[in-house]
């Protein structure tokens, strides 16, 4: 561990700082990227079933047009390829220009994709689905920055005592952005489905979709770059963070300036100091020391946040099929459009409100307290049993009066995704790796995490088709079916548990500097610290 007069005092300051209103408008200005993020990603689950409708529905069939699987899959996916791509581009760029440089970018890239995304042109099925998946990818391009930026930004900034809940904070405006598209959805379908009433498919086809129905999920797109738009000044006038400008840049003199201005106290320039602090640390990515010091730990936050993000997206993009399944929401025939698009968002919203949002929150309040090691394992048991709880007995759920208790232990699910690995696999990268790798390793790891998600987004689409041939969606072939694939998802999160058990460490109560060894890396001579100049800011 390392002394005192080892650390930088502008990082000692950091470490050391009461919680302060600087603490809370970086929460708020990263935590509203993550809201926009969360928004952006989840909500085209809540309209797939209304473009289904509106671009493929032959009014000569028994039921309404839903996506061809390819278009479907591609919809669905599209922006969570666009996501590993950005996380992986932008987190090796933060650790190259600098974090505050890139963090414009990302949030300029969302709001224009997102509005991008509901001008998707032309009328034409075709030419609507490729522009759509065009700007959703680079929609997701943009989303994949935010992530190793806004962890590693909060968890620079932050002081040592909170430094879990102010991470957890950022991420757990993802379940707002969650729940406020479940909201902005019920509003628009309610506004529209009133406006302009129609009768249910079964009763008349073709009337049972309005024209008007096409602006519905164009405005919710859209609406997805407001809260960017809102912040993007404030992010741009946020400074570099001290650790990146004293230990990657190697500016002795800014760092301690910016945060002289930040903390509002007199820090001293140690510019002799931080020459002897860094020296001999430039170990790269692919270097045997790199291996030797931090393998495992990345090897442990990519595996984790892959095996919850396979558990987690399925669930989140594919509530509609599960909800339709044990019939909460009823047949589409027995709808129209808008009353379709209305029962879907207000489940979701349900869920949202009832399990994702308070996980979040139980995390921010109890990291610091239990630390991130308990969460994340408690996490992952949790998911695992509820999981089991919904398949072992999961023809009993489907049998009329038994939905609600379904409900409940699905909410349960996203309860423990979130008050556990979904918030955590978040916040441990941003803590136990070096400040040169920093946003790369959290890049690393959240695109691992992406990865898990396209394969659950792509892999649940199909496994949960029916069995049985006459009860497969058009154009699909029979898969596992649900029950089937909740187990698959439970033996996910059990697979989580263990290499959690094995692999992630515990950075309560610590120092970034004694998390990634840069307090006591290479040991210093005794006297470096006497020997170091010092100027005052």
């Known amino acids: 561990m390392a002394r005192d007069d080892q650390q930088l005092q502008v990082l000692s300051a950091l470490d050391a700082a009461r919680t302060q209103w600087y603490h809370f408008t970086a929460i708020v200005v990263a935590g509203m990227g993550f809201f926009t993020d969360a928004y952006d990603l989840f909500c085209i689950s809540l309209v797939t079933k209304l473009l289904g ?8 069939r028994p039921t309404p047009g839903t996506l061809p699987p390819n278009v479907a899959a591609a919809v669905n996916g599209v922006a969570l390829c666009g996501t590993l791509a950005g996380q992986l581009f932008f987190g090796w760029l933060g650790d190259k220009l600098g974090r505050k440089s890139v963090y414009g970018m990302t949030l300029l890239l969302m709001v224009i994709c997102s509005i991008a995304s509901g001008l998707s042109f032309s009328h034409t099925p075709a030419s609507v689905m490729a522009t759509l998946c065009f700007f959703r990818f680079w929609l997701g391009f943009g989303i994949g920055g935010d992530y190793p930026l806004s962890a590693t930004i909060m968890s620079e900034y932050a002081n040592k005592k909170t430094r879990g809940a102010f991470i957890a904070a950022v991420f757990a405006m993802q379940g707002f952005g969650i729940l406020a598209g479940g909201v902005v959805t019920l509003a628009m379908s309610s506004v529209f489905r009133s406006a302009f009433p129609a009768p249910a498919y079964e009763v008349n086809a073709a009337a049972s979709t309005v024209p008007q129905a096409d602006y519905v999920w164009r405005i919710i797109l859209m609406l997805g770059a407001m809260p960017a738009i809102l912040t993007y000044y404030w992010r741009m006038k946020m400074p570099e963070t001290a650790r990146y400008t004293a230990l990657v840049a190697k500016n002795a003199k800014q760092a301690s300036s910016d945060m002289a201005k930040v903390l509002q106290v007199e820090i001293e320039v140690e510019t002799e100091k931080l020459e002897d602090i860094t020296r001999g640390k430039d170990y790269g990515l692919f270097s045997a020391r790199f291996a030797k010091r931090h393998g495992a730990h990345l090897l442990g936050t990519a595996a984790t946040w892959f095996l919850v993000d396979v558990a987690y997206y399925s669930q989140n993009l594919f509530q509609k099929d599960i909800f339709t399944s044990i019939h909460w929401i009823p047949k589409a025939r027995t709808m ?18 009832c399990g994702t949002v308070p996980g979040y929150w139980f995390t921010v309040f109890l990291i610091d307290v239990i630390g991130r090691f308990v969460i994340q394992l408690l996490g992952f ?157």
């Open 53 to 60: 409708r509106i671009y493929y529905t032959d009014v000569t």
């Open 336 to 353: 129209s459009a808008l009353e379709e698009v209305f029962r879907i968002s207000r489940a979701q919203t349900l869920i949202a409100l």
């Open 381 to 537: 048991a949790g998911m695992t049993a509820f999981m089991l709880g919904l398949a072992i007995p999961y023809h009993h759920w489907t049998m009329p009066g038994n939905q609600v208790a379904f409900v409940v232990l699905y909410g349960f699910t996203f309860f423990f995704a979130n008050f556990g690995p979904n918030a955590t696999t978040f916040i441990v990268p941003a803590e136990i790796f070096p400040a040169r790798l920093r946003s790369t390793c959290h890049g690393i790891s959240a695109a691992s995490g992406k990865a898990g998600a396209i394969i659950g987004a792509f892999g649940f689409l199909y496994a949960a088709q029916p069995r049985d041939k006459a009860h497969v969606d058009a154009g699909y072939k029979p898969g596992i079916g649900v029950r089937n694939a909740l187990f698959v998802l439970a033996g996910c999160n059990l697979l989580g548990f263990l290499l959690t058990w094995m692999l992630v460490p515990e950075s309560k109560g610590k120092s970034l500097e004694e998390m990634s060894g840069e307090a006591d890396d290479a040991e210093r001579p005794a006297n470096a610290a006497s020997q170091s100049g010092v100027e005052m800011v």
